[in-house]
């Protein structure tokens, strides 16, 4: 069974910095691009980052550049986001998707999905 489980979110301050961890279980090879996301109460769900299963391919948003960071640790099968200089309209729940074709940019990410981990920058 192929399960996502994000975790990591909370609540802090302007500028604060939070790590998102999505942890992967039941696949069965390494070959997908893992993509976070974010969805704020009443808005589309919006795409931030992801990385390819050999990563040679990165991507961000232009909200996210600069100021977040993915990497992969393909030995404990979990994707991290590291999330430095947070603002407010960062909020949201973030989710982790799998893209089995391995494309980032441009994965479909049919599934599957984690629950998500929510953030809240407030001061």
């Known amino acids: 069974q192929l399960q996502l489980e994000e975790s990591g979110g909370g609540w802090v301050q302007p500028g604060g910095s939070l790590r998102l961890a999505c942890a992967t279980f039941g696949f069965t090879s390494e070959a997908y691009a893992i993509g976070w996301f974010r969805q704020a109460p009443g808005k589309e769900r919006k795409g931030v980052s992801c990385?390819?299963?050999?990563?040679?391919?990165?991507y961000y948003t232009d909200s996210a550049k600069g100021r977040f960071t993915i990497s992969r640790d393909i030995a404990k099968k979990v994707v991290y986001l590291q999330m430095n200089g947070l603002e407010v309209e960062d909020t949201a729940v973030y989710y982790c998707a799998a893209d089995l074709t391995d494309r980032c940019p441009g994965g479909t990410y049919g599934g599957p999905w984690g629950q998500g981990t929510q953030v809240t920058v407030s001061s």
């Open positions: 990385i390819s299963s050999s990563d040679d391919s990165i």
